[in-house]
């Protein structure tokens, strides 16, 4: 049982009107690992992420949290799940501990227990010298990263972040990211986290969901979807060296896998469905050349994704 | 007949009160700790909404212009009981007999209105001002899907709210009926018979139940409307009708319609009158005036119309406080059920609505 997923969405179906903002979506995570929700806006997530919480009720299929129904149980599972909601508010008028407190009251935490526990949290997010300021005055990144440590005031088995790294500066993401990458791997917490924001999303989780249009088009890690989304030209590898004339190119291109190879300004960029880089390599230094930079470049999520929807247009069009 | 339906009516309170001690201690041995952790939620969502209110500038200021406008008729009231008084001794012999302490509730001078007069003027204004941002401004600030996230069932929310506000109404008018009351027996040194005890604090309950409604009103809006100030200003919009306008818009209707050439009877002349008389009752501020005017001033006999047949026999003595209160029955039951109407109708919407952050 240990396999077990924590959460399980089956066949699960939300219409509002006559749009279908989720269509047959299913989906399983398991216990301790971070799993990205990756989609456009609109794309559905927010709903999905609704309809785990049991905050909106699902028009058809199942959906399963920590074993529990949350169309019949919603207060259970949200004793066990922590949701970080996409631009998450306080009451301006309380200082952060204040707001952790209410958290912790409304969670039938005793009073002292949850002053201890606030104190360990707002020293995890880096939050204490602010802990006694009223939220009014923070900052985006630190509403954030308050928002982290109310989630987790509650000790979550699953936590559901929505959006977590909208609108903070770049430092504040790395900052945000390692703390939920450090909460899964020590804590053992599962993550289920949704984005439009692809790097983000690659940097820390274990498997990906592309959701676009209600739909699942695609989940693994980046590399199983890159290879599930692309067939081909699952590598791109850059390639500098001199000189490069057009024999060498025409070697290159012969290397079995090889599908394209492109002159860049500095180099050369190898398309190939494996990894050749050591045949590349060979290759040029038996011709003679010197190699000065080979580099694998990986698919960036967004580079995934540009690519999928360049891709399903023109197979829609055919 | 009438002893026997008040011992069925106490035997079912006790019965009922044995069902909910029953349940309660089910309820107790079934989950002890989840009820506990349930029911401190719900205080915990009382207590921060009471310290919300007891430190937002817009309670403090309401509450200190409910204070002093109070005190003002109160104090012309009093200088005009105490001239009467002063005159002569047989003054205040007459004075026990005539309810004078409710007078303090409801004389004037001319200068400022009386108390009654401040209370269904501000009164409404202090349900609207606590009630009108409840739903939205938890939701304009996001903080709502963060509420509806922590294991509490939704209606804790909206009930917690207007629990607060309610208590909050319930210690503000029974402190100041009883710090009016004492003032009275200190500057005037006439103690209020039971009875008019009594009738002040019917009146108080009444008044709360005035201001639930419109604090209910405020409520229902912030959960219709997204923007507060919308609200607010709907909140305002219907007070306002009701309290200038639709008894002007019932008169305008009244005039032709009474004092038609077709009426040929007196029954159809009352028929027509009773009929003017209960659209005015369809406005919850005639109805609170009707009712606390009735329970302040045991003068008033009836509040309908009255032929001058039905009168002739009349002894022109104050009903006593049974009467007066059998009198307002209906009124007060009418009020409470447009309270419980708002309250359901807003608690419904709410239940339905969907959380989603900032939408």
């Known amino acids: 049982m240990e396999t077990a997923a924590i959460i399980e969405l089956d066949n ?6 006559g749009h279908r903002a989720v269509d047959h979506l299913s989906l399983s995570i398991q216990k301790g690992e971070i799993f990205g929700l990756l989609g456009p806006n609109g794309a559905g997530k927010t709903t999905t992420i609704l309809m785990m919480l049991g905050l909106t009720e699902p028009t058809s299929g199942v959906v399963r949290v920590c074993g529990i129904d949350p169309v019949r149980n919603p207060i259970e599972v949200k004793r066990k799940v922590g949701y970080l909601p996409d631009d998450v508010g306080f009451y301006p008028h309380m200082t952060g501990m204040e707001n952790l407190l209410y958290t912790a009251a409304l969670n039938g935490i005793p009073r002292a227990e949850a002053e201890k526990r606030a104190w360990e949290l707002l020293e995890k997010v880096k939050l204490t010298d602010a802990a006694h300021k009223k939220t009014g005055t923070y900052s985006r990144g630190m509403r954030q990263r308050l928002g982290l440590a109310d989630v987790l005031m509650k000790r979550p088995d699953v936590i559901i972040l929505d959006e977590p790294t909208l609108g903070i500066d770049p430092e504040g993401v790395r900052e945000l990211l390692r ?42 890690n980046i590399e199983r979807l890159a290879q599930q989304l692309f067939l081909q030209d699952a590598y791109v590898i850059h390639v500098v060296a001199s000189p490069l004339d057009d024999r060498l190119l025409v070697k290159i291109e012969a290397i079995p896998g090889v599908n394209k190879v492109e002159r860049t300004e500095t180099g050369l960029d190898v398309y190939c469905q494996t990894d050749v880089s050591a045949a590349i390599s060979q290759t040029i230094i038996e011709a003679g050349s010197s190699l000065f930079h080979l580099s694998r470049r990986d698919f960036g999520l967004d580079e995934i994704y540009h690519r999928y929807f360049e891709g399903r247009d023109g197979r829609e069009g055919e | 007949m009438k002893a026997s339906n008040e011992g069925r009516w106490a035997n079912d309170v006790v019965s009922y009160v044995k069902r909910w001690s029953e349940r309660l201690k089910a309820g107790v041995l079934d989950g002890k700790k989840q009820t506990r952790g349930a029911n401190s939620a719900f205080s915990a969502i ?83 001002a606590l009630g009108f941002d409840a739903i939205n401004s938890e939701r304009n600030r996001g903080t709502l899907s963060r509420l509806m996230a922590q294991p509490i069932p939704r209606d804790y929310v909206i009930n917690g709210k207007f629990a607060a506000a309610l208590l909050l109404n319930a210690v503000l008018f029974f402190s100041l009926g009883l710090l009016v009351t004492a003032l009275g027996i200190l500057i005037l040194g006439i103690p209020p018979t039971f009875e008019e005890f009594a009738r002040i604090i019917c009146f108080l309950l009444l008044c709360l139940v005035y201001i639930a409604f419109w604090l209910n009103l405020g409520i229902l809006f912030s959960v219709i409307f997204r923007q507060a100030a919308t609200s607010a200003l709907s909140s305002m919009a219907v007070w306002l009708f009701f309290n200038l306008f639709y008894s002007m818009i019932v008169e305008v209707f009244a005039k032709p319609f009474l004092q038609s050439d077709a009426i040929t009877s007196v029954e159809q002349a009352v028929g027509r ?48 406080f049974s009467q007066s209160l059998l009198l307002i029955w209906p009124q007060a039951t009418a009020l409470i059920a447009a309270t419980l109407i708002c309250f359901a109708i807003a608690y419904w919407l709410f239940m339905r609505q969907e959380i989603r952050a900032r939408g």
């Open chain 1, 179 to 220: 703390l939920i990458r450090d909460l899964s791997r020590h804590e053992g917490i599962t993550v289920l986290l949704s984005s439009h924001q692809l790097h983000h999303v690659q940097q820390i989780c274990d498997r990906v969901g592309l959701f676009v249009g209600g739909r699942l088009l695609a989940e693994g």
């Open chain 2, 273 to 320: 009158q009773e009929l003017v008389l209960g659209l005015m009752r369809l406005s919850p501020s005639y109805l609170f005036n009707e009712s606390t005017t009735a329970l302040l001033s045991p003068d008033v006999r009836t509040l309908g119309i009255v032929t001058v047949e039905q009168t002739a026999g009349a002894v022109a003595a104050p009903l006593p």
């Open chain 2, 46 to 128: 009382v207590k921060k909404e009471l310290a919300d209110y007891l430190t937002s500038w817009r309670m403090i200021i309401l509450i200190a212009l409910i204070l002093l406008t109070c005190f003002g008729s109160l104090y012309t009231a009093m200088t005009t009981i105490r001239d009467a008084l002063d005159s002569s001794d047989e003054a205040k012999e007459i004075a026990k007999g005539a309810y004078l302490f409710l007078k303090l509730f409801t004389v004037s001078d001319g200068t400022l209105p009386s108390f009654l007069t401040f209370v269904s003027f501000l009164g409404p204004l202090l349900g609207i």
């Open chain 1, 12 to 17: 699960l179906c939300k219409t509002y009107g």
